[in-house]
T-cell receptor, first 121, second 110 residues
Framework: NAGVMQNPRHLVRRRGQEARLRCSPMKGHSHVYWYRQLPEEGLKFMVYLQKENIIDESGMPKERFSAEFPKEGPSILRIQQVVRGDSAAYFC???????????????????FGEGSWLTVV | GDSVTQMEGPVTLSEEAFLTINCTYTATGYPSLFWYVQYPGEGLQLLLKATKADDKGSNKGFEATYRKETTSFHLEKGSVQVSDSAVYFCALRLDYKLSFGAGTTVTVRA
């Protein structure tokens, strides 16, 4: 059973370019998170999505950042017109719902991918 | 809001020493608590978890007990190895949201 898959693992972009980070959740997981880890800092929540729906984007910067999780295919975190301050590790995570009720279960583990390291030069 | 405070590092230890990393939380409800570990250049791996008061999570010689009365979830290991060198994150989950502490860097010297 494959884990959370992220690509690319490393991405270098020049200032002003666009960065696209992709995430495929674990098999059977329909909810995806994106977190950002700035150098020497902890992980900060960005966005929580289910397929075709953004549930909570309270941690997303107001401009240049967007996320989607289409019905088919991976979740995408898109950063337009990147700046040096966007250099960070971006982690995707996924979790499962209760199979009977479809409800979120707080005790369920959230599994993380290996991250995408974005460097803006 | 919900938050996690963990012991600041870095922590440097000798092999076979005892490790404790303190973690306390503030939450409006009854969260589940987690410890994640991040090895250099890698993603986060779940180390252990506890979902209710007085539960003890354990894995790879690490332990943590969910203490509701002190709102704590301290991580302990009796005898560390060089391979335990990593960053350790305490986290709480309420509903869907997982909130992390700042992380504690642990270095174990041979």
């Amino acid at each position: 059973n494959a884990g959370v898959m992220q690509n690319p693992r490393h991405l270098v972009r020049r200032r002003g370019q666009e960065a696209r980070l992709r995430c495929s959740p674990m098999k059977g997981h329909s909810h995806v998170y994106w977190y950002r880890q700035l150098p020497e800092e902890g992980l900060k929540f960005m966005v929580y999505l289910q397929k075709e729906n953004i549930i909570d984007e309270s941690g997303m910067p107001k401009e240049r950042f967007s996320a989607e999780f289409p019905k088919e295919g991976p979740s995408i975190l898109r950063i337009q017109q990147v700046v040096r301050g966007d250099s960070a590790a971006y982690f995707c995570a996924s979790t499962s719902m209760d199979p009977g009720t479809g409800a979120v279960v707080s005790g369920n583990t959230i599994y993380f991918g290996e991250g995408s390291w974005l460097t803006v030069v | 809001g919900d938050s996690v405070t963990q012991m600041e590092g870095p922590v440097t230890l000798s092999e076979e020493a005892f490790l404790t990393i303190n973690c306390t939380y503030t939450a409006t409800g009854y969260p589940s608590l987690f410890w994640y570990v991040q090895y250099p250049g890698e993603g986060l791996q779940l180390l252990l978890k506890a979902t209710k008061a007085d539960d003890k999570g354990s894995n790879k010689g690490f332990e943590a007990t969910y203490r509701k009365e002190t709102t704590s979830f301290h991580l302990e290991k009796g005898s560390v190895q060089v391979s335990d060198s990593a960053v350790y994150f305490c986290a709480l989950r309420l509903d869907y949201k997982l909130s992390f502490g700042a992380g504690t860097t642990v270095t174990v010297r041979a």
